[in-house]
């Protein structure tokens, strides 16, 4: 959770969705913290077979299209700013040529 107190600097930022294995600290921490709105993303318990939950799957692509940056292959920083920098330039990188097609 060290990225969590960071999302002060998004003054926009108006949800947080999260799984629901982060339900419990974290539902009080959003509440009293920034006054953001958390919305737990939960699966049908009824249903037995694979469903794709919608605000899941944005982050499952996500990450899927960060994997593809050799740099971040392998966790060669020492300092986690470093790591986090070229995270930012992998996203940037994706945001102006496009992901490709599967």
Known sequence: MRVLP???RFLRLQVIWADAAYSGKL???ALTTGGW???VVRR???SHQFEAL???WVVEHTLAWLSRCRRLGKDYEELPETGETWVHIAMVHLMLKGPKPT
Do not use: K, T, V
């Open 44 to 46: 049908n318990p009824d």
């Open 37 to 39: 709105l958390l919305q």
């Open 6 to 8: 960071r999302l002060g």
């Open 54 to 56: 919608h605000r899941r």
């Open 27 to 29: 539902m009080s921490w």
